[in-house]
């Protein structure tokens, strides 16, 4: 197995890079330690975080309810993101285990708001728009990525050249 990598230079990692190893690094274990007036438990905002997804983007998907379930779901994040605190290793894993549960309720709504059609039977069912749209969204994809800490989404088409 040795002889796989043996002799192989590995890439140089650059300035940048390591400037975003720190970053990450720093916002992982900031909870560990942390002394906050009032302690926001892991379980609780998971939880927090879960009913506002249930209640707000649930089965039927209405825009007004989906942009007002992204709204508490940001400012739940704002706000008990820097009162999860941890003691030790499981304490740490359960808060950072949260913090993405936060980070993926807001993608799976800001990319059920974008996605303006109905699909899969229940699975993404709009009322406003209950119908396919084939000439729209055939072949696309709602894609998201982050900058600078912030989510960017966009439509990406599969399949080019098939």
Not at 49 to 65: P, S
Not at 122 to 148: A, F, I, S
Request: aromatic share 8%; net charge neutral; hydrophobic share 35%.
């Amino acid at each position: 197995m040795a002889e796989l990598v043996k002799g192989k230079e590995l890439p140089k990692i650059d300035a940048d890079q390591l400037k975003q190893i720190e970053e990450t690094k720093q916002q992982i274990f900031a909870p560990l330690g942390r002394k906050a007036d009032y302690v926001v438990h892991p379980t609780e905002f998971e939880s927090y975080v879960r009913g506002i997804n249930h209640e707000y983007v649930g089965l039927k998907k209405y825009t007004a309810k989906m942009k007002r379930g992204l709204e508490l779901v940001k400012r739940a994040k704002d706000g008990c993101v820097p009162l999860l605190t941890a003691d030790n290793p499981h304490e740490l894993m359960r808060t950072i285990e949260a913090k993405n549960i936060a980070d993926l309720a807001e993608v799976h709504i800001q990319a059920s708001i974008m996605r303006d059609e109905s699909r899969l039977g229940t699975v993404h069912y709009r009322v406003e728009y209950p119908e396919k749209n084939d000439d729209k969204w055939y072949d696309k994809l709602v894609t998201v990525g982050q900058v600078n800490g912030e989510f960017k989404f966009g439509v990406t088409q599969i399949n080019v050249g098939y």
